[in-house]
């Protein structure tokens, strides 16, 4: 069974810069076919995505946060990481890291099977 583990969220000043990782477990071959994303959800909204990355190394990034957000994978890909830099107060919300298999639509929650508990980050003005 796939999980997954988010850490790395906290409060930073307005253009500060945060690390978000995700451990991933449960995965067999290299995570083959499986996409994995961020996405947040900040209160009275909806959950919307951040940013992915598929077992191949492709990334896609939510024009929010293009060129202040990184996605990364290590460790054989078990790992996960958004670095998020230049962060502004309407980055605040709790981050979720998120697995799905054969994903069409990057950014669309549903098409994820797999979810982390989520990490709380606050971003002051």
């Known amino acids: 069974q796939v999980q997954l583990m988010e850490s790395g969220g906290g409060s930073v000043q307005s253009e500060g810069s945060l690390r978000l990782s995700c451990a991933a477990s449960g995965f067999t071959n290299s995570r083959y076919g499986h996409t994995m994303g961020w996405f947040r959800q900040a209160p009275g909204e909806e959950r919307q995505g951040v940013a992915a990355?598929?077992?191949?190394?492709?990334?896609s990034y939510a024009d929010s946060v293009k060129g202040r957000f990184t996605i990364s994978q290590a460790d054989a890909k078990n790992m996960m990481y958004l670095q998020m830099s230049n962060l502004k107060p309407e980055d605040t919300a709790v981050y979720y890291c998120?697995?799905?298999?054969?994903?069409?639509?990057?950014?669309?929650?549903?098409?994820?099977?797999?979810w982390g508990q989520g990490t709380q980050v606050t971003v002051s003005a």
């Open positions: 990355i598929d077992f191949d190394g492709n990334t």
């Open positions: 998120a697995a799905g298999a054969w994903v069409a639509d990057r950014f669309l929650p549903k098409e994820y099977q797999y």
